[in-house]
């Protein structure tokens, strides 16, 4: 047998040939759009990886090796907004040339990022209408909606050290003592970590309704239906692109984190 090399371990010739543009005639950028979501999908993989093994720590209490890879993910987050500012070297006049091949396709669809939302506390039922054609996504998703997200693993282990942890009252409460009481530093720090994944996230869907708003201005979403049929037009998740984009903004993992500021 050959020894391994570089491209056999990374599987590089499978990975290179990912690549298929739909644009006829052919457009320069849709080679870049195709491989910055792709791109994506692979710390979406990671992030999940990451994010099963800090449920693993949170269960046997391991709180500094916790903490440490909440950072991880932080990190990769961190990496999402400038990499976005790669897509936005695009013109809207050369996204155009190939837009309309992509619908109704939108990272709307991306069942890893709604499994990512799902396991961090967002588990919203409605999303899982658009997998109906899709067993094998829907299986994934109503796997993470059934299984306690980060906030039980994090308040199992509050409650295994003494606190309070039955109502939102008392988990807000518990926290703020964290942040006042001498030797809980290493529960504080915990707790920062995870604040900051959270602000991260959010600053990434800032940072993607800014970009979609810059490319497309006020026109609708390629997923637009997917989007009605998710939520339909009265409703108060607004329906449309950016309109859509806007209200999830306030979408928060660790709500409880936040509120206990106002009392810091
Ligand atoms: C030209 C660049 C992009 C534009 C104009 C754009 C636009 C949009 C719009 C309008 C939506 C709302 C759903 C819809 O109507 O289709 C959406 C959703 C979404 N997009 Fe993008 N997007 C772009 C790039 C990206 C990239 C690079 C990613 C990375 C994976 C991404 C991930 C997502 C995700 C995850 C959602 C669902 C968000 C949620 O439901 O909270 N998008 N995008």
Redesign the pocket.
Known sequence: MPDLDYKGYLKLDELLKLQHPLADPPTHDETLFII??QV?ELWFKLVLHEIDKIFEMLDNDDVIESERLIRRLTSIIRLFIPK?SV?ETMMPSD?IQFRDRLRPA???Q?VQ?RQIEFACGLKDRKYLGMFKNDPAAAARLEKRLAEPAFWEHFTALLHRRGYTTDTEESQRQGIVSIYKRDGEHALRVLCEAMIEYDEMFSLWREH?IR??QR??GSK?????QL?ESAYGKTSPMGSI??E??AQ?LNKKFFPVLWAARTEM
């Open positions: 910055v979501h994506f976005l897509l996204f939108s990272g709307f991306s990022f993607h970009m979609a490319m497309i609708t979403g390629t997923g637009q989007v692109g950016i859509y984009l999830t």
